[in-house]
């Protein structure tokens, strides 16, 4: 899938999609959703890392870069599968978001 049909495609309401990447390129599609998200679909973007099992929204810094802000209502039981409790989460937002689940973390303070 091209980036350019990712938002088409999250704009048309289909639940979910799947873009497999690099992990040195992860950061900057993800830096580039959060903004196209924000700007085309006044839709804010999650991203929650199987490694770390916490749920960050996405924002973009003054300066341009990528940032994640832990989500405060998130918050995983201790003994909970972490898979199985993000799908749950999901499933259950009442608001427009953009979630994105990955395996590892990408380096925040791109440019």
Do not use: R
């Not at 992860?26 to 490694?51: C, D, Y």
């Not at 996405?58 to 209502?73: M, R, T």
């Amino acid at each position: 899938m091209k980036l350019s049909n990712l938002l088409s495609t999250l704009d048309s309401q289909i639940p979910i999609a799947a873009v497999d990447v690099l992990s040195p390129d992860e950061a900057t599609i993800i830096q580039w959703l959060t903004t196209e998200a924000s700007n085309k679909l006044s839709s804010p973007v999650f991203f929650w890392n199987l490694g770390v099992s916490t749920l960050e929204q996405c924002l973009i810094a003054a300066d341009g870069g990528l940032v994640f802000k832990p989500v405060p209502e998130y918050k995983k039981p201790p003994h909970a599968d972490p898979l199985l409790y993000v799908f749950d989460y999901i499933a259950n937002f009442n608001a427009d978001g953009v979630f994105i689940l990955g395996a590892t973390m990408p380096e925040p303070g791109l440019s």
